[in-house]
């Protein structure tokens, strides 16, 4: 069997993979960097949760939907300041 040959048995072909465009669309928006900054980690459990670079969280539901801001200066219910 070659190297370059897929094997079609692998396991990684249980994976769906999504593109996050929503979620994309609204972190690299000029007002998304603005408030939030650039991304820098991303976890995928039970919900989406996106790390910036200015400390804050920003989780996700499975519908790329902003749920709630974890950080300073956030109230708990997703509002900034």
Same mark, same amino acid.
């Given at each position: 069997m070659e190297l370059d040959t897929p094997?079609?048995?692998?396991?990684?072909?249980?994976? *769906?993979w999504t593109k996050l465009k929503k979620i994309t669309a609204q972190i690299f928006s000029e007002v998304?960097? *603005?408030?939030?900054?650039?991304? !820098?980690?991303? !976890?995928?459990f039970s919900s989406i949760a996106l790390g910036t670079s200015k400390?804050?969280?920003l989780v996700f539901d499975y519908h790329q939907?902003?749920? !709630?801001?974890?950080?300073l200066g956030t109230k708990g219910n997703g509002a900034l300041f």
């Open positions: 094997d079609p048995s692998a396991p990684w072909d249980v994976v *769906r998304g960097l *603005r408030n939030y900054g650039h991304p !820098t980690c991303i !976890t995928i400390g804050l969280v939907i902003l749920k !709630t801001v974890i950080g």
